[in-house]
């Protein structure tokens, strides 16, 4: 099925991937088994024998819940945009454990965005945490790079600022690559990089990574794929503050949508004239701690839920 037909399909589009793992309304994959959630509770041995686990997400109606499974609700998306309202409560209601990334307090919701899944892996100790953090702290060859201004895009179909935001750079500072579906004007992505994302911004100095929407805490792997990339991230979305007790925020250059963004150009002019982005840590001095809380806290908030259900794996 077309993916963006199951998105808006009537049927939850659910798939029981082996004995103990059943998926629903999740993003395309030809291996489901390798979802970091599910690599997180088989590390941890979380699930105990014979019980399945119900991964389900946003891209479908709400499916059946089997309350003999163990239900995690994940949403990866901005449940607030108008395709994903019917999960704009995380699904607190039927899953045993949300995680999403809004600020919430509730006994079963656990605020771990998607993005961390992309740097870290599911069976991350704090030491490990700490490794990858030091490995994209700093960059030092930024803006010796051959590309100046760089953006990734499929689409702007939600918030509409990407296309704004090209066009601001290139009237301001220089011409952009785009290197994506969206206004592309290059074939080095698919070409010459073989669609290897991280591999192709090494090459750029700044890379233009807006989300497709905005609300509070509602960051995407973007502005971290730029961080890995040792690009500066030009930045739209989480009302312009993504996740400040992880990210430094000196080290991201903003785009505001409502004014003639004078401060952006001065930053960038700035970081031109200096080269001051080399000494400045993309992380802030506690980032490993935060990340690591969230993975406590999932463990946890995991374990309790198991314990509600009367079966555990002591």
């Known amino acids: 099925m077309n993916f ?13 991937v082996n004995s103990c793992l059943k998926v629903s309304n999740m993003w395309p994959s030809n291996n489901y088994s390798t979802l970091w959630l599910n690599q997180f509770l088989q590390h941890h041995q979380l699930l105990p ?7 389900f997400s946003v891209f479908g109606r709400v499916p059946t819940i089997n309350q003999q499974e163990l239900n995690l609700f994940i949403s990866g998306e901005n ?8 999960y704009q409560n995380h699904a607190l209601d039927i899953a045993d454990v949300a995680i999403g990334s809004d600020f919430l307090t509730a006994p079963n919701y656990v605020r771990l965005p998607l993005w961390v899944s992309y740097l870290f892996p599911p069976d991350a100790d704090k030491a490990t945490i700490e490794k990858i953090i030091h490995q994209y702290n700093f960059s030092t ?19 509409g600022k990407r296309k704004k935001m090209v066009s601001f750079i290139e009237k301001n500072c220089g011409s952009v690559a785009c290197a994506g579906k969206l206004l592309n004007n290059t074939q080095d992505l698919k070409i010459k990089f073989r669609d290897d994302k991280i591999a192709y911004l090494q090459q750029v100095a700044y890379n233009i990574c807006p989300e497709n929407s905005n ?12 961080i890995q990339a040792g690009c500066i991230p030009i930045y739209w979305g989480s009302n312009n503050v993504p996740e400040p007790t992880i990210l430094n925020q000196s080290a991201i250059a903003f785009y505001q949508p409502d004014n003639n963004n ?15 982005i080399a000494s400045m840590p993309r992380f802030t001095p506690t980032a490993a701690e935060h990340i690591w809380d969230m993975y406590v806290a999932l463990k946890q908030t995991i374990t309790l839920a198991l314990e509600q259900k009367n079966y555990t794996n002591v």
Not at 141 to 159: E, G, Q, V, W, Y
Not at 215 to 226: I, L, M, N, Q, S
């Open 4 to 16: 963006l037909v199951s998105l808006f399909s009537k049927k939850p589009n659910t798939i029981q």
């Open 49 to 55: 024998p014979q019980r399945c686990c119900h991964i």
């Open 79 to 86: 449940v607030h945009y108008k395709a994903f309202k019917r």
């Open 141 to 159: 060859n930024t803006l010796d790079r051959p590309i100046k201004f760089a953006m990734i895009a499929s689409h702007d179909k939600r918030a």
């Open 215 to 226: 609300y509070p805490g509602y960051v995407t792997e973007k502005v971290f794929e730029a």
């Open 262 to 276: 004078a401060a952006l150009l001065e930053q960038i002019a700035n970081i031109n004239a200096t080269n001051n």
